[in-house]
C-alpha cells in the first residue's frame, strides 16, 4: 500500500476546471419506485467488472432506485482526480444531475464511506443535502492509525484470493488510482454535516484483525451492529445490511414504513 500510494503521484490527474471531462456515468444495479433512492459510493479498489454494491443493491431491486458512481481512473477513465475535493465536487455534480430533486440517500462501504462523507459534505454545503448518509463498516483513518498493517492489508485480501486472475483484470492506472485516492484521505478529517447518519458495523472479525478492530466515525451517528464480517456485508450478508438500512431510513422519518 506504501507502494502504492508514492507511485500514485505519478498518475495522470485531472482538476476542478476540468472535471466534467473526466465524469462517469452512474451504474444503476437495481430499480423501483419506492424511495429515497440509494446512491453508492464504492470504496477504491477495483470493482472487478461488478458494482461494487451489487449484492446491497439486489436486495433492493423492484423496492427503490440504486444507483453507483465511480471513481475515475479506478475501473474506467484515463485520469484521477487531483484531490478529494476535486473528486467530491464531481460526484456531486453527477448526483445532482441524475437524481434532480428527488430524495435519496447517500451510501459508502469501507473506504468508500470517507468519499460518500465527502460527497455528502459537497452537496450540503451547496444546499442540496442527501436525505441521509449510511456508512458501511468504514475506518476513519487518522494518522495515527494508517500504519497498523491489518488495516493496510485489507484492500490486498481481493487479490490474494484471486491470484493470477487479477493481474489480468487490472491494469497500472486502476491500481494507481486506488493509491492515489487513499492519498487523498492521509489526515482528512469529515465536518459536520447536519445529514441523519448511520454507521451500519461489522461484529465478526476477518482473520489476523487486532482486538480493537472494530469500525468507528467521529461525529453525531447512529449506530447498527450486524452479525457480519467487513467483506460480507454486502456479498453473502447483504441482506442483514439491507434490513439494517431499510429499518433506519423508516426509522428517522425519511421513509413511510410498509403497510
Do not use: N
Not at 68 to 89: F, I, M, N, Q, S
Request: proline residues 10%.
Amino acid at each position: 500500500m506504501h507502494l502504492l500510494v508514492t507511485a500514485s503521484l505519478g498518475a495522470p490527474s485531472f482538476g476542478s476546471d476540468d472535471a466534467d471531462r473526466h465524469e462517469l456515468s452512474p451504474l444503476r444495479p437495481a430499480s423501483g419506485a419506492g424511495g429515497p433512492a440509494l446512491v453508492c459510493v464504492p470504496g477504491f479498489a477495483p470493482a472487478m467488472g461488478r458494482p461494487w454494491h451489487a449484492g446491497l443493491a439486489a436486495c433492493f431491486d423492484g423496492e427503490r432506485d440504486v444507483y453507483e458512481l465511480r471513481h475515475p481512473g479506478a475501473d474506467d477513465g484515463d485520469a484521477v482526480a487531483k484531490d478529494l475535493c476535486t473528486l467530491a465536487g464531481l460526484h456531486a455534480a453527477t448526483v445532482r444531475r441524475h437524481l434532480g430533486g428527488r430524495p435519496y440517500v447517500v451510501v459508502g462501504h469501507s473506504m468508500g464511506g470517507t468519499a460518500a462523507h465527502a460527497v455528502t459534505e459537497r452537496l450540503a454545503a451547496d444546499g442540496d443535502p442527501p436525505a441521509g448518509l449510511v456508512l458501511v463498516d468504514s475506518y476513519h483513518v487518522t494518522p495515527g492509525r494508517e500504519a497498523e498493517p491489518w488495516l493496510l492489508a485489507l484492500p490486498a485480501r481481493l487479490p490474494l484470493a484471486m491470484g493470477e486472475r487479477f493481474d489480468e483484470a487490472v491494469d497500472d492506472l486502476t491500481l494507481l488510482s486506488m493509491g492515489a485516492y487513499i492519498r487523498m484521505i492521509r489526515a482528512w478529517e469529515p465536518q459536520p454535516t447536519g445529514v441523519p447518519t448511520l454507521l451500519v458495523r461489522a461484529t465478526r472479525p476477518l482473520p489476523g484483525m487486532p482486538e480493537r478492530w472494530r469500525s468507528a466515525w467521529p461525529g453525531p451517528h447512529d449506530t447498527v451492529d450486524v452479525p457480519d464480517s467487513h467483506l460480507s456485508v454486502l456479498e453473502e450478508d447483504a441482506r442483514t445490511t439491507a434490513t439494517a438500512v431499510r429499518d433506519w431510513i423508516v426509522g428517522v422519518g425519511l421513509e413511510a414504513p410498509a403497510d
